[in-house]
């Protein structure tokens, strides 16, 4: 079986922007990039190149160009009809590394038949995405799916995105300490209910800061007064924030039937998930502080039992129970500004 699965990214930057991306990218885990390596210049890098160029790791041959020693050769082919997969497998078989497919209207039926053909034979086979759909798509044609997908990115959120749709992305999680619990009064909260089973130690990053949100649990623990409801994520107060599968922020607010928001268990491994229904109702809130070393953060939810923390020993922790001193997992990072949502790294911003 196919097991190589490379997310291998062909940036849209500047040559400005270019010294920035790459680091992204590494950060991110993405090892290949379609790339000429002139481009990439003195800049210190691990990232590999696939391109028409001798100089790349993966060189892209035009026709009967020879391939060159000490190097991953490969070719690029167009699908049109089944004679055109046909000569893929007969070039292929002349010692081809890798192929890079292209095809048009007709997607899933010709890569079925290329991967059905070719995964014999050791030769990968790179796909070419246009969106995140496509790119989750083509990993899993037949269960065994391409070696590697070319998608084409001009911002860290959009390569974020794809790997949140491959499942391939975490998150860093740290241990907060409670520091204040204190009772608000009504307000009103945000019951997300998603179209997707959520499990044990599964849930949103919810907060009153962009850059602190504490992992608040689905209700898929039920109790003796209330019965499971594990598409549910009771999230928190209108105003909170919530991080999105693109890497942008929502207010809790604005989340209704068709939006997408982020799942992630107590280990960061993050998924998405598409909201069925958001219920918005006047209850009893508490607010609740917490820090991890010089970052302090908040979040204002319902006074109720199964609005629950996640520990970092992966117990539960329901709000009513919960103590100053207690340790619960939250998302974390140094502040940085947000305009409608997306980060921007140099403006000022303090959130108190």
Known sequence: MNKSRELIISPKVSQAQLAKFLPQLEDEGIKIVYLDPKKIGKEKTKLQTIFPSSAANYVILEKETPKPKGKKAGRKFQILSNSDIENVLNIAKKGLDFVIIEVKDWKIIPLENIIAKLHKIHTK?????????????????????????????????????????????????????????????DGERVCVDTASILHKGEGMLIGSRSNFLFLVHNESVGSSFTSPRPFRVNAGAVHCYTLSPDGTTNYLSEVETGSEVLILNSKGKARRATVGRSKIERRPMLMIKATVGVETGGIIAQDAETIRFVKSNGQLVSVTHLKKGDIVMVHSKPATGRHFGMEVSDEYILEK
């Not at 070696?147 to 491959?166: C, K, P, T």
């Open 125 to 185: 086979i790179f796909a070419i995405a246009k969106t995140p759909e496509e790119v989750r798509k083509m990993f899993s044609i037949l269960e065994v799916g391409v070696d590697g997908v070319i998608f084409s990115a001009s911002s860290i959120n959009e390569v974020r995105e794809v790997m949140i749709y491959l499942g391939t992305k975490s998150f860093d999680m740290k241990p907060a300490k409670i520091t204040e619990i204190k009772e608000v009064g």
